[in-house]
């Protein structure tokens, strides 16, 4: 499989760090892959854009920032307007119509999702946003299989949140599924 | 102030990526200085070793993983054999004398902490640990206030954990400031 660059952007409490984190690890945890995740935070970690960057292979990654993503999340219009000037031409750009309203047409497939009012449609609880995005993901691009995302997350959460979690996960796939 | 390199390194159960994230955000979002923060996934994290890089710095970062840190934190022996060889000659190496018995001289201040064993009698909670070892880290080196990464444990626990990591941060504190 093809070296993946992505970038996860959103505002601090989304959850972005933790579906970067969750992804690299079910790649190399359940796919025997390679990966290094990593955040940045600067100014704009004060101001609202927090950003996970994950690069997944199947050789061992030096350089653990991402430059130029093949995928950028963007998940609040402020990380839309910072970030989406560094997506590789031909990329795929995936945002949420509830929060990213505002967008200028780029060399790249546009996702445009209604995930965030699907959550609150179908579960009602916005924590589980990141982990329905990161499920629409892998609908949109086979990055790693949804058993493996399962996998971590019966690692990560207490039975309470498992159900919940997997759920959002499904909603998520979904969503991505109907875009595809 | 100076630009620290740190590593955290242990299994995955003991939390060490979360307290690297920790670190990076009390440093950042409470008292406005740079930091990165990565992890590199690879064989290690399939056989045990995890590990959570941290740079701290009044500029900017421009490379986000750590070659040679000057404080290296191995909380299992099995991190303390692939780590110990990387750190920074006068560095600054933490470990935890319940999980590393067997250390060998390194040209480096050895802070060999009873840490799992103080957490385990005064708290009795294995889980709060990589909390612990944050306040044992800040008694030894003031990275970051006490009081910044208490703001990050307000915003990242509910009510119901927050008092137990927080009494952690103490204990680890106590622990190191005794070897200080």
Not at 21 to 35: F, G, S
Not at 41 to 61: F, L
Not at 122 to 150: D, W
Request: glycine fraction near 8%; charge should be neutral; include cysteine.
């Amino acid at each position: 499989m093809e070296r993946c660059r992505l970038v996860f952007s959103g505002s601090g409490g989304q959850g972005v760090i933790t579906a970067a984190i969750i992804l690299a690890e079910a790649a190399v945890v359940h796919e025997n892959r390679q990966a290094v995740q990593s955040q940045s935070y600067g100014a704009a970690a004060r101001g609202g854009a927090t950003r996970g960057d994950v690069i997944i292979s199947d050789e061992p990654i030096d350089f653990p920032k991402v430059i130029q993503p093949n995928i950028l999340i963007a998940l609040t219009q402020e990380a839309y307007s910072k970030y989406q000037n560094i997506i590789r031409p031909g990329g795929l750009l995936i945002t949420d119509q509830h929060y990213v309203t505002t967008s200028r047409k780029v060399d790249a497939i546009q996702a445009e999702l209604p995930l965030y009012d699907t959550v609150m449609e179908k579960i009602g609880k916005p924590v589980v946003f990141n982990i329905s995005m990161l499920g629409a993901l892998i609908a949109l691009r086979p990055l790693v299989m949804q058993s493996s995302i399962e996998k971590v997350l019966e690692a990560r959460f207490p039975w309470e949140f498992l159900a919940l979690n997997k759920i959002a996960l499904e909603v998520g796939i979904e969503v991505g599924s109907r875009f595809a």
